[in-house]
């Protein structure tokens, strides 16, 4: 009786911390998503308003090229964390097809951790960048923004994504089936036969 009880104890303590990395996910996936679409119109929204200022009144704004590239930086980075959590990032599968279930798990555990170190390696090495931006100074001329207030959203993006990855492996350890996200399994969307 004694071991059936503790039994449970783990498996509501093992169910609370699923959901509340589950809901920490949600929390950042909507900063993310609401991060990336602001990003991708205001450069819309900017090139447009550059265009109508140059063509009609002959004149170019100054601060709509860095706050692009500042947008372009975000989506890139934030993207990155975005699609890793999505499981909607670029991947190669004609090995990973042909294996047989048992090795696709293990396959996809070994390039998630393997993936999870490279990223929060490239974050150490983007954060250390960012520090050296900073004792070096500068700052964008049109704006007056220090360069490293931008460039710090690289390691950010590149940390969040090595945590997604992290957790798709801590997932795939924990679970029977494969996933390429903590929440997404690894499955194929059946065509539908009425289309073809």
Same mark, same amino acid.
């Given at each position: 009786?004694?071991?059936?009880?503790?039994?449970?104890?783990?498996?509501?303590?093992?169910?609370?911390?699923?959901?509340?990395? /589950? &809901?920490?996910?949600?929390?950042? +996936? &909507?900063?993310?998503?609401?991060?990336? *679409?602001?990003?991708?119109?205001?450069?819309?929204?900017? /090139?447009?308003?550059?265009?109508?200022?140059?063509?009609?009144?002959?004149? *170019?704004?100054?601060?709509?090229?860095?706050?692009? +590239?500042?947008?372009?930086?975000?989506?890139?980075?934030?993207?990155?964390?975005?699609?890793?959590?999505?499981?909607?990032?670029?991947?190669?599968?004609?090995? %990973?097809?042909?294996?047989?279930?048992?090795?696709?798990?293990?396959?996809?555990?070994?390039?998630?951790? *393997?993936?999870?170190?490279?990223?929060?390696?490239?974050?150490?090495?983007?954060?250390?960048?960012?520090?050296?931006?900073?004792?070096?100074?500068?700052?964008?001329?049109?704006?007056?923004?220090?360069?490293?207030?931008?460039?710090?959203?690289?390691?950010?993006?590149?940390?969040?994504?090595?945590?997604?990855?992290?957790?798709?492996?801590?997932?795939?350890?924990? *679970? /029977? $089936?494969? %996933?390429?996200?903590?929440?997404?399994?690894? $499955? %194929? $969307?059946?065509?539908?036969?009425?289309?073809?």
């Amino acid at each position: 009786m004694s071991n059936n009880r503790s039994a449970r104890v783990v498996v509501t303590k093992s169910n609370a911390v699923v959901r509340f990395v /589950t &809901r920490v996910g949600h929390i950042f +996936q &909507r900063v993310e998503e609401l991060l990336l *679409s602001t990003s991708i119109l205001t450069i819309a929204a900017l /090139t447009i308003l550059n265009v109508v200022c140059r063509s009609a009144f002959n004149f *170019s704004l100054a601060f709509t090229e860095e706050v692009s +590239q500042f947008c372009i930086i975000i989506v890139c980075f934030v993207g990155l964390s975005y699609a890793a959590g999505k499981g909607r990032h670029i991947r190669m599968t004609a090995v %990973y097809d042909q294996l047989a279930p048992s090795l696709r798990k293990t396959f996809m555990t070994v390039i998630t951790t *393997s993936t999870a170190a490279i990223m929060l390696t490239l974050s150490w090495f983007a954060a250390q960048y960012v520090v050296t931006v900073y004792e070096l100074g500068g700052i964008y001329p049109a704006l007056r923004v220090p360069f490293f207030a931008v460039y710090a959203i690289a390691p950010i993006g590149l940390f969040l994504a090595g945590v997604q990855y992290a957790l798709a492996a801590g997932k795939n350890l924990a *679970s /029977t $089936e494969i %996933y390429l996200s903590f929440e997404r399994k690894d $499955e %194929y $969307e059946e065509p539908d036969i009425q289309e073809l």
